[in-house]
């Protein structure tokens, strides 16, 4: 496993000073999808083809923990770039990525919290572009504060997710409360640029991943016929 996520994860131990304790990080786990070797996952990475990309802007200790989903998100889009979000640096692989002529990068975020001209709710692409989405990968309070204090992205639109394709989203997927994670904030914006097929295998993906992350912390196993592995089996 090589993609952007697994080497900024690698990157970011190497720099640790003290080891980072995962929680339940005694279980041997598997190097190339994190979870416990009892429950790997990695038998059922989808493969399915994304015309968008996604560039993951990550806060400090965010790659490491295990419950990060944007290593999923990595693991369904060829085209996943991920960088180490840091107040006072920016890596200059991230501008010269975004002024790359194939891609026109959108910033996922929240409009209200925007310049009004900023903020775009569809994806609209210009002919021979594909759309690359932008997402801070952080806490709520540790993703605003990125939002403010990266110049390097105030010249990009802001894509504002609007509350009806929210909505019915959690509508589909059963989802009981407001918190959308970074996966599945991609799976909407894949939705939305019409990578539908990426979109349906991201989710089902995130479904199983899920599953088999909590069966490992009780720890108990899971059924691998049950209804979200047979889903997820179509896009192996
Ligand atoms: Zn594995």
Redesign the pocket.
Known sequence: MSHAVAKLRAERLARSVKPFLARGSRAE???????A?T?????WRPQVVANAGVCLLMHDVEALKPSNTGWLIADVVAETSAFGWSRTEVDPQLPSLLAEPQWQPYLVFPGEYAAPERVVNAVEVEAGKRPMFVMLDATWTQARKMFRKSPYLDQLPVLSLQPEALSRYRLRRSKRDDHLCTAEVAALCLELAGDERAADALNAYLDVFSEHYLASKAPHAVDLSNALHQRLRAFL
């Open positions: 786990r598997c190097l190339n999808c994190r979870l070797r429950h790997c996952l990695c038998a």
